[in-house]
């Protein structure tokens, strides 16, 4: 088995390619290895330490490092646990949904909120995924887009500059009720 790895636009975060299927639908974000209970590779991912987060896409998983870690001590092991999984045969997630949207917003506004969702599944979250992350529709609310980014995006440097000069933009374009995209946490 060979996973190519390929650095993303935030510097702690490095995206694994095993060449095979992470989720069959849907991403997974792991904040903390706490929260990786329900899934058995990103529990072997955290053990290796210096790990702060796992997320998973479709074929990638993104590994966020620990600022006082370095890539060179911990990308080998973290090659190695990945490698095992999937050798192990076992499945990335036990019983738990992958993520999508969320869905707060009021009725007169769920034409806008289909069209928003539409534009993210097709501009935006293909392009996010390239670099390792994702993003999720979490509100819209008098002209303002809430998102949720993941991933390779959760706290990249770029992520403003994303949301405000892309995101933010394309939705205007497009729509001309959303005024604002804003970020929110988990």
């Not at 706490?34 to 058995?40: H, L, N, T, V």
């Not at 702060?52 to 600022?67: H, I, N, Q, R």
């Not at 993520?99 to 097709?122: C, F, M, P, R, Y």
């Not at 501009?123 to 819209?140: C, E, K, L, S």
Request: hydrophobic content about 40%; aromatic content about 6%; charged content about 20%.
């Amino acid at each position: 088995m060979f996973i190519q790895t390929e650095s993303t636009p935030n510097p702690a975060t490095l995206k694994f390619l095993p060449g095979q299927t992470v989720l069959d639908a849907g991403t997974a974000d792991f904040p903390t290895a706490e929260a990786a209970a329900q899934s058995p590779l990103a529990s072997r991912i955290f053990a290796v330490g210096g790990v702060s987060g796992v997320f998973f896409g479709s074929d990638f998983v993104t590994v966020t490092k620990d600022d006082g870690t370095e890539w060179d001590h911990i990308k080998p092991a973290i090659l190695g646990a990945i490698m095992e999984h999937f050798q192990s045969g076992a499945a990335a997630m036990e019983g738990a949904a992958a993520s999508g949207h969320a869905d707060n917003h009021s009725e007169e506004d769920a034409e806008i909120v289909t069209q928003i969702k539409e534009l993210l599944d097709t501009r935006v979250r293909p392009a996010v995924a390239q670099d390792g992350g994702d993003i999720t529709f979490h509100g819209f609310e008098r002209g303002v887009v809430y998102l949720h980014m993941q991933g390779a995006c959760a706290g990249c440097p770029s992520s403003t500059l994303t949301l405000k000069m892309g995101i933010e933009n394309l939705l205007r374009h497009y729509i001309p009720e959303v005024v604002e995209v804003r970020p929110v946490a988990a």
